[in-house]
């Protein structure tokens, strides 16, 4: 009777195609949130879904996935976000992302940045879901961008019901312009 687990209907996949998701990580070395990551993504169901992992960054983590047989690209372009999301969108066009899934607040701008950019293009633009391993609060800077992104994004996770209250008390970015149907435990 876990209160942060809810139980998932599998709804049937339309068409014989697997769903093509890109899991994006801010960084490839090791913690919480690319551990997660490596769970996802090795067990997830393979009949349904085609994944791959994006890092923003080598490391031991990269590493460990590619280990499991999951395909990895490493977009290292330092802190140049601008070159980031545009090496990511073209990655997300060559492989047809269908969804992208952002793992802490760099992964969060860059892979929600390049979703949007796709769409812009002309592609059909991922579905972006942003899993919320941390506290969000940084920069009045980083603040303000999360203010314009997480409108697009289409799914916020928080790992735990204290994220959840970081994210709507100290933030109160999600209680002022997020979906409220956006926020997932």
């Not at 490839?28 to 169901?45: M, S």
């Not at 969060?108 to 941390?134: D, F, M, N, Q, Y």
Request: one cysteine or more; aromatic letters at 2%; a neutral charge.
């Amino acid at each position: 009777d876990d209160p942060c687990v809810t139980p998932m209907t599998h709804l049937p996949v339309a068409g014989p195609q697997r769903v093509r998701v890109v899991q994006v990580m801010a960084t490839g070395t090791n913690g919480g949130a690319q551990e997660h990551v490596y769970n996802l993504v090795t067990r997830i169901d393979r009949e349904r879904f085609d994944v791959s992992v994006v890092a923003l960054s080598p490391g031991s983590a990269v590493r460990k996935i590619e280990r499991a047989g999951i395909p990895v690209c490493v977009i290292d372009t330092g802190d140049d976000d601008g070159a980031a999301v545009a090496e990511l969108a073209a990655y997300l066009a060559t492989v047809r992302a269908q969804v992208v899934h952002n793992h802490m607040y760099r992964a969060e701008v860059v892979g929600t940045k390049a979703a949007i950019a796709l769409g812009e293009a002309g592609h059909r633009r991922p579905w972006v879901v942003s899993t919320v391993h941390s506290s969000r609060v940084r920069s009045s800077e980083d603040q303000d961008e999360l203010r314009r992104l997480t409108p697009r994004i289409d799914h916020v996770v928080a790992v735990s019901k204290a994220i959840e209250r970081k994210i709507a008390e100290a933030e109160k970015i999600l209680r002022e312009i997020a979906k409220p149907e956006g926020l997932l435990i």
